[in-house]
T-cell receptor, first 115, second 117 residues
Framework: GAGVSQTPSNKVTEKGKYVELRCDPISGHTALYWYRQSLGQGPEFLIY????????DSGLPNDRFFAVRPEGSVSTLKIQRTERGDSAVYLC?????????????FGPGTRLTVL | AQKVTQAQTEISVVEKEDVTLDCVYE???????LFWYKQPPSGELVFLIR??????QNEISGRYSWNFQKSTSSFNFTITASQVVDSAVYFCALSGLSGGSNYKLTFGKGTLLTVNP
């Protein structure tokens, strides 16, 4: 079956521009996570959605970052007034949601480069 | 706050050597999950193993084995008879046990393993 997909795979933008990164989770997965992986680092948590709502956005670095998931499936991570320090790979993961543990399946990521 | 430390930034071995990747973690939770992920050059994170804090039994899967020691807050990963295809960045990670947002993963910085022919 189809895994988590992310588009675009690469995005190059100029400092100060607005970007949107898209995540298509595995069908039926109600939990969705965004992580950011800077060069030479492990992924860092940004935000978690359960259904349509952002249940935990404690990892968003500042108010330039925002994410939505209006229909409980596809999610878009939005970055305003991009800065060079935003350059990283943005990873999306999805999982089933139930009382027990459910594995997070990761997408291939979007590599964002801010010039 | 949760923290995962992988002190080895890079390791280089020759094929067929055994190699151990170290992971030390910190958490205030009394129950938690520990993970290892592999990130090959293609970039996609590949899940290898999950252990919960209740279960300190070591686990072996083919050439891979994991040693969980709660007393030292360590969860080390050994590859026996390494192969060139094992070359990748390996991440250790930690999450809570109680579901939802608690499942968000805290990753270490990773260890780059290079296996030379």
């Amino acid at each position: 079956g189809a895994g988590v997909s992310q588009t675009p795979s690469n995005k190059v933008t100029e400092k100060g521009k607005y970007v949107e990164l898209r995540c298509d989770p595995i069908s039926g997965h109600t939990a969705l996570y965004w992580y950011r992986q800077s060069l030479g680092q492990g992924p860092e948590f940004l935000i978690y959605f359960q259904g349509t709502g952002a249940a935990d956005d404690s990892g968003l670095p500042n108010d330039r970052f925002f994410a939505v998931r209006p229909e409980g499936s596809v999610s878009t991570l939005k970055i305003q007034r991009t800065e060079r320090g935003d350059s990283a790979v943005y990873l999306c993961a999805s999982s089933l949601y139930s009382e027990g543990y459910n594995e997070q399946f990761f997408g291939p990521g979007t590599r964002l480069t801010v010039l | 706050a949760q923290k995962v430390t992988q002190a080895q930034t890079e390791i280089s071995v020759v094929e067929k050597e055994d190699v151990t990747l170290d992971c030390v973690y910190e958490t205030r939770d009394t129950t938690y999950y520990l993970f290892w992920y592999k990130q090959p050059p293609s970039g996609e994170l590949v899940f290898l193993i999950r252990r919960n804090s209740f279960d300190e039994q070591n686990e072996i899967s083919g050439r891979y084995s994991w040693n969980f020691q709660k007393s030292t807050s360590s969860f080390n990963f050994t590859i026996t008879a390494s192969q060139v295809v094992d070359s990748a960045v390996y991440f250790c990670a930690l999450s809570g046990l109680s579901g939802g947002s608690n499942y968000k993963l805290t990753f270490g910085k990773g260890t780059l393993l290079t296996v030379n022919p």
